[in-house]
DNA sequence: GCACAATTAAAACGTCCGTTTGAATCGTCT
DNA sequence: AGACGATTCAAACGGACGTTTTAATTGTGC
C-alpha cells in the first residue's frame, strides 16, 4: 500500500539520518533496510533532497509550533508586565529537548535535528532557514520584550550563545555522558530543560561589561 | 619541490574544507586548485582520511598548547588561591576565537574546527577525541578547582552548555551577523571573547536549583 | 471482468569518488 | 655524465551514488 511505503521511507530515513548523517546515507540503504524498491524514493518524494526536507519538516512543525504556543502562553500570563527571561528560554528548549526523553523516536530526531543545524550543504540551509524564519523573529522580539536592559548588541550575542548551547546538547548529548564519566544522564529531559534554562538566564542577564560595549560604537552597517 | 607540494595541498585543502566540510570536498577538487596531481595526496599523505588529520592536527596543536599554556599561567597566579572561573573560560575560549581575527588562515580554521566538530563520521570523531583528549581532562579539572561550589553533575552539564557556546559561535559566526541585520560583529575577537566569557562565566556560577538538585540523587553507574 | 491509473519492481545510466598503477621526470650525489 | 631515489604525471580501476527507464503488478471504478 503507498502510504505504508511512503511512512516507512520516512520513518526509515529519519532513524539512519539521525545515526549516521546525511551524506553518509544512500537511498539504497534506506530503501533496503525499508524493504522498498530503491525506485519508490523517486516516486513518492521527487528526488534525496525532497525526501530529507520532508524528514525533517514532518517533525520540526510541530516543535515549532509547540514553540509559538508556549511563547503565547508566556505572554498571556504577564499580561501587560515584565516577561521572564525563563520563560522565552523554556519555550524555546523544551519542546525539541521533551522529544529526547518521549521514546526512541524522539531521540533520533533530536539528534537528526542538531545534525541538520550542522550540516554544510548549501540546500540544509536553505531547507533550515525558511523553516525557522517564524521562530528567530518571534523569539527576537521576546527575549527583546524579557531584557529590555541589556543592549541589543549583547543580547544578540547572548541568545546567539544560548541557541549555541541548545544546539550542542541536542547534538551530543551522549558525549556528555562519556566526559562527566556517567555522572550525566541526557535522557533526563525535566533535568537537561532546568538547567539549560537556568544557565542561559544567568549568562543572558549578566552584567553588561561597559569596557567592552564602549568600545563598541563604530558605525555598523544595517543589511537588508 | 616536494615540500611545496605538500604545504599547498594542506593549504588548499583547510580552505575548501573550512569552506564545505569534509564530504563534500573531493581530492580531485583539492588538487586541481592546488594546482598538483591527483596521485600526490596519496603519496604525500597515504590517504583523504590522513591528510584531513594532518589538516586538523597542524592547527589545533598550537591552539592547544596554548590553550594548556594559559591555563598554567592563570594557575601560577593564583598560588594556591582560589582559580577565577573567567580565567579558566579565556583559556579555553581565547586561543581559537583570536585566530579567526588573525587573518584569512585562521578564520579559516575557526570554521574548519567547528565543522569537524559537528562531523559525524566515525573517523574524524576519533581524530578529535585523540587530539583533546588531555585538553579534557585538564580544563575539567581546573573547572572543578574554579568551582568548587558548584556540584559534580551541575558543573559537567554547565560546562557541557559552554562549550556549546564555543563550538557554535565558531561554526557559525556568520548566522549572528545575519541574524542581528548586521549588529553583530563576528570579526569582532576581544569582543567576541569578552561577551562569551562574561556569559558563560555568569551561567557557570548561577545558583543551583535545589528542587532539581535533590531530584536527582539516583544512583547512577560511573562507567570505565 | 475489464480498463485504467497507481504503485512496485528490476535493471541500467552516467557521474563522481578514493585509490592504484606504471611510466616519465626531476634532483642529487658520485 | 650517469645512476638512483624522490617526485610528478596521465590513466585507469572498482565501487558507490542519485536518478531514470521500462516493464510488471496491484488496486479501483465502471
Chains 1, 2 share one sequence.
Not at 521576546?142 to 544560548?162: I, N, Y
Not at 558525549?175 to 534554562?197: H, K, Y
Request: with cysteine.
Amino acid at each position: 500500500m503507498a502510504i505504508d511505503t511512503k511512512q516507512t521511507i520516512l520513518d526509515t530515513a529519519e532513524r539512519l539520518i539521525s545515526e549516521k548523517g546525511i551524506d553518509a546515507v544512500s537511498l539504497r540503504l534506506i530503501t533496503s533496510e525499508a524493504k522498498v524498491n530503491l525506485a519508490a524514493v523517486h516516486y513518492h518524494f521527487g528526488s534525496k533532497e525532497a525526501l530529507v526536507e520532508k524528514v525533517f519538516q514532518r517533525r520540526i512543525t510541530p516543535v515549532n509550533q509547540r514553540r509559538l504556543q508556549m511563547l503565547d502562553e508566556a505572554e498571556a500570563r504577564t499580561g501587560g508586565g515584565p516577561l521572564p527571561v525563563e520563560d522565552v528560554l523554556r519555550a524555546l528548549i523544551e519542546p525539541p529537548i521533551r522529544l529526547y526523553q518521549a521514546d526512541g523516536e524522539g531521540r533520533r530526531f533530536v539528534h537528526m535535528c542538531g545534525r541538520i543545524y550542522a550540516e554544510q550543504a548549501d540546500y540544509v540551509q536553505r531547507i533550515f532557514d525558511d523553516l525557522f524564519q517564524d521562530i528567530v523573529a518571534r523569539f527576537s522580539r521576546a527575549f527583546g520584550r524579557a531584557l529590555p536592559e541589556v543592549p541589543d548588541v549583547e543580547r544578540a550575542w547572548r541568545v546567539h550563545f544560548s541557541v549555541g548551547a541548545m544546539i550542542h546538547t541536542m547534538l551530543d548529548s551522549e558525549r556528555i555522558q562519556r566526559f562527566s564519566n556517567g555522572l550525566c544522564d541526557p535522557s533526563d529531559a525535566d533535568g537537561t530543560i532546568e538547567r539549560m534554562v537556568r544557565f542561559c538566564s544567568a549568562g543572558l542577564r549578566a552584567e553588561v561589561n561597559e569596557a567592552a560595549a564602549e568600545a563598541e560604537p563604530k558605525n555598523v552597517e544595517v543589511e537588508q
